[in-house]
């Protein structure tokens, strides 16, 4: 990307929105994926660890995180967003320490979580889960729509192609990868950009459709595709046959929003 693009997104942003924005060139370039790896026939699924569509709060209701393995004791970072009584998310990063099967309570309750990562010097043994606390079975949410993230052992990381966006930011989607596993060789995946500003739906911007013969496809946006601040934004997709593995590349940049054009200013982080 040259400079002279960040200057034609910050003014697509005032033209669309009347907001002047900064976009951070420093910092603040997010790559944001994941995978899905049992998609059924004709049923619209997000493209995260978890399976199905995320069920989001209304509140900071999430707040427990558990391994299904007795011996995952690492520190872990969960990042996400809180939302505040003005009804504006705040981006938070904690970290938390697991204790096996048990319930770990958050220090802070969240509206959003968006990744967890292994910080710790030991790979996770378990599938660790965050979500609203509830009934368990041997560390594993006993109710799956109250399941937010989902990291297996093997990645120490969510891979969830979903994020949503803070009080004072814009992100700036400027390329989609998309890729349907091989292994369903008779495969055709819809893939959907789909964003839902505060208070609304979640609407589809863009589509694109991949078949498994044909493995991925890596699109960039001439004019890239705006997520206003304190909204969701998913990469969700449909197959025509069971048991499709798809994955998601979300290549984006954020843009600041200027003091002055913040309704409730400049807010401290939690």
Not at 51 to 58: F, R
Not at 69 to 79: K, N, P, S
Not at 170 to 185: A, D, G, M, P, R
């Amino acid at each position: 990307m040259k400079k002279d693009d960040f200057v034609v997104w910050e003014n697509l942003i005032y033209k669309k929105f009347d907001k002047r924005v900064d976009v951070d060139l420093h910092g603040g370039y997010v790559i944001k994926f994941g995978k899905n790896l049992d998609i059924d026939a004709l049923v619209q699924e997000t493209v995260w660890n978890t399976g199905g569509d995320e069920t989001y709060v209304t509140g900071n209701e999430i707040d427990t995180v558990s391994s299904s393995d007795a011996t995952d004791t690492q520190t872990i970072t969960v990042q996400g967003h809180t939302i505040d009584a003005d009804g504006d998310l705040i981006f938070v990063s904690q970290p938390v320490t697991l204790d096996g099967q048990n319930k770990v309570v958050l220090p802070l309750g969240m509206h959003r979580v968006q990744r967890l990562f292994n910080s710790d010097n030991s790979d996770f043994v378990g599938t660790v889960y965050v979500y609203q606390d509830g009934a368990i079975t041997a560390g594993v949410p006993n109710d799956p729509t109250t399941i937010h993230l989902t990291v297996n052992p093997e990645d120490n990381q969510s891979l969830k192609a979903a994020l949503s966006t803070c009080y004072d930011e814009f992100l700036i989607l400027t390329e989609l990868t998309v890729s349907v596993n091989k292994t369903n060789s008779a495969a055709v995946v819809d893939f959907a950009i789909q964003i839902r500003p505060q208070g609304n739906v979640f609407r589809t911007t863009y589509t694109a459709v991949v078949a498994s013969a044909n493995g991925s496809r890596q699109l960039s946006f001439r004019q890239p595709i705006l997520v206003p601040p304190n909204s969701d934004i998913r990469v969700v997709a449909t197959s025509n046959a069971n048991n499709t593995g798809v994955e998601a590349i979300m290549h984006c940049f954020y843009a600041r929003v200027q003091p002055e054009y913040l309704p409730f200013g400049v807010k401290n982080p939690n």
